[in-house]
């Protein structure tokens, strides 16, 4: 287990560097940049010599491997540098821009799987057929509506024409509530879908015949077996849709003006702010690679016969002993432990 | 069935094969009753596909379905609601918002071409390339894919987007360009198992030339899974380049682009709801008919 996260983690750093690297490539081959921009501005007056400082001043006059090596053991370090426009610390702006953006992504997670359930339960279970075939066509529309074109409705309708929420950031919950729920609706797309699709199969394995033979009800078949195999697609999704969340939480902070990493980032590429750009990226890569770690963590907690690194956690080791179930690497096949039960 | 009834009046009286012949015709429905079925048991499909035309219809030849001048300013007819005379209403400068939808389709939709253009043919250029040579080229166009995929994809084309700057091709080949690694990784797989297939291995020993191999066995393979990933990819990409639009980084005003229009209307969302309605309810009839006739395709080609 230890050498497995020190091998993951050191691949994450790699994955960081490149993406970093990739980053610095990209924007570096930019023409201008906004200081360069601001020298050469008629307007703005500015001396020759105070050229040179500005340029000293953010490392702008020293060769490009200088520049990339330089900000490269910044960042190793936490430091992203600063903002060409406003000249504060990079970190700093993320700092205060994060809080916002961080409850308005964790909230619209929340709603993004409350809405995936919901619509993955009443497509297998609904009683009706008709709203079977209904829920069943939820994950092609929420797939198929832009964020932008579901906040927009969204504020025009709840905030102007009904006034159930306030149209512009107010630092309340009620404010945070339109915006998470447009942002979970974008999540819930791949999520419900792949939900719906798994709990089916799940539903046509022969363990779940045998617990209908045997008499469990349908609701105490659903809690105890087919819920828990049916949710690591879920899982493994949960960690790829992070990228969505990010994606729709620019979108969203710009249809609800509310301040945040997205609007950071947007800013920032009107003006042709690079080591704000640069940061964003680094950040939200960071985060995406970790999440996806967590998840890749968290599989053998939801399935005990998944491996981590060819050797089961201590406990699962244990209880197969007991139950002599037979532990099968990265290929789980859908088992339930009451099959096993006399 | 024609040339039974035509040899019909040459046979020898009193043989007639033709009712032996017929019978089975004559249970089964002829052929126009037969596709107006299979078109009202798919009529979704019939309508994805009619929305999918009129739209490209539209970026064709916008002249002909458009009212108005897209850009003609009318101070005198600003923020009008919508009319016959004009459809979607009217802008704040005046101008006709069906006209301007219309001609937005031509942005819109070339702009998600050309990115599913350079997402599919640079993608699978390189996973080609790092499924049929293998070693160290594969090692590294993988690790490449593995980077790509762990930035998150919107902000890589947000980050593209500051490189070539802002306007409706520059943001449709970042959206392309993020969209590589995805088609990449697809192709590599499919050129992988095409390699190791018992029949490129008997075309190995029978002498072809690895060209020809290629050619003839690897490529005709790969289409089919290509294509239905295009498809899938093209509602994405119509998504993305609206939203980069939206977000002021991809078409500039005063070209019409889909993104672009709802987000001049939103000035005016609370009394003028059509000017962000209609362009949006435009954005989601197109990219619901794609992935439509995209999920018809993939499931018709895993069957």
Do not use: C
Not at chain 1, 75 to 81: C, V
Not at chain 2, 38 to 67: D, E, I, K, Q, R
Not at chain 2, 208 to 213: H, L, M, Q
Not at chain 2, 256 to 278: C, F, H, K, M, Q
């Amino acid at each position: 287990m230890g050498r497995y996260l020190a091998r993951r983690g050191a691949q994450a750093v790699l994955v960081l560097w490149a993406a970093y690297t990739l980053s610095f490539v990209l924007l570096s081959a930019l023409p201008g940049d906004a200081v360069t921009n601001r020298i050469q501005n008629p307007e703005a007056n500015i001396s020759p010599e105070g050229a040179r400082t500005l340029l000293a001043y953010y490392g702008l006059d020293r060769p490009l491997w200088e520049q990339y090596a330089h900000s490269l053991v910044g960042a190793s370090r936490g430091d992203l540098g600063y903002s060409l426009t406003t000249a504060q610390p990079v970190r700093e702006l993320l700092a205060s821009a994060l809080p916002s953006t961080l409850q308005l992504t964790s909230l619209g997670l929340v709603f993004g799987v409350l809405i995936a359930a919901v619509v993955a339960v009443a497509t297998n279970y609904a009683p009706w057929r008709w709203l079977r075939t209904l829920t069943a066509s939820g994950p092609a529309l929420f797939a198929s509506v832009p964020t932008f074109v579901a906040g927009i409705v969204a504020l025009q309708y709840l905030s102007f024409r009904y006034g159930l929420i306030p149209s512009v950031d107010d630092g309340t919950f009620r404010a945070l509530v339109a915006p998470a729920a447009t942002l979970g609706l974008v999540v819930a797309a791949p999520l419900s879908q792949v939900f719906a699709t798994s709990i089916r199969t799940t539903r046509s394995q022969p363990f779940v015949h045998v617990l209908h033979a045997k008499g469990a009800r349908e609701g105490y078949i659903f809690r105890k077996d087919v819920l828990r195999n049916s949710s690591l697609p879920v899982l493994t999704l949960l960690g790829l849709a992070f990228g969505e969340l990010i994606a729709g939480s620019v979108v969203t902070e710009s249809v609800y003006a509310r301040s945040g990493v997205g609007q950071l980032v947007v800013g920032a590429v009107n003006t042709q702010d690079l080591p704000v750009v640069q940061g964003v990226v680094l950040l939200s890569t960071a985060a995406y690679v970790l999440i996806n770690l967590v998840v890749d963590l968290a599989y053998p907690f939801v399935d005990p016969r998944i491996l981590v690194d060819g050797a089961p956690r201590g406990a699962t080791r244990r209880r197969a002993r007991q139950r002599s179930v037979v532990v099968e690497p990265a290929a789980p096949r859908l088992l339930p432990a009451e099959v096993v039960m006399p | 069935m024609t040339t039974v009834v035509d040899t019909g009046s040459v046979t020898r009286p009193g043989t007639d094969p033709a009712p032996a012949l017929e019978q089975p015709a004559a249970r089964e429905r002829p052929l126009p009753v037969r596709a107006l079925a299979w078109l009202g048991g798919h009529w979704t499909l019939v309508l994805a596909v009619a929305v999918v035309a009129l739209v490209l219809a539209w970026a064709v030849v916008p002249g002909a379905f458009a009212s108005h001048d897209p850009l003609a300013v009318d101070p005198a007819g600003k923020l009008r609601a919508p009319s016959a005379e004009h459809w979607f209403g009217t802008d704040q400068l005046g101008r006709d918002l069906y006209s301007r939808v219309v001609h937005g389709a031509r942005a819109s939709l070339s702009g998600s071409a050309i990115a599913v253009a350079v997402g599919a043919v640079v993608g699978s250029l390189l996973g080609a390339l790092a499924g049929w040579f293998g070693g160290v080229l594969d090692a590294a166009i993988g690790r490449g894919i593995d980077v790509l995929l762990s930035i998150p994809g919107f902000l890589l084309a947000i980050t593209i987007v500051v490189l070539l700057g802002f306007g409706i091709v520059q943001a449709a080949v970042a959206v392309g360009l993020t969209m590589t690694a995805t088609f990449a990784r697809l192709i590599r797989s499919e050129v992988l198992r095409a390699r190791t297939s018992t029949y490129v291995e008997a075309a190995t020993t029978s002498g072809a030339s690895t060209w020809d191999i290629l050619r003839r066995h690897v490529v005709p393979n790969s289409i089919a899974p290509t294509l239905s990933l295009v498809t899938v990819q093209l509602g994405i990409a119509i998504i993305w380049i609206a939203s980069l639009s939206f977000l002021g980084l991809g078409a500039q005003p005063p070209d019409p682009e889909w993104g672009r229009l709802v987000s001049d209307g939103r000035n005016y969302i609370a009394s003028r709801g059509w000017l962000t309605l209609w362009p949006g309810l435009t954005v989601v009839a197109v990219v619901l008919a794609t992935n439509h006739i995209s999920h018809h395709l993939t499931r018709r080609d895993a069957s």
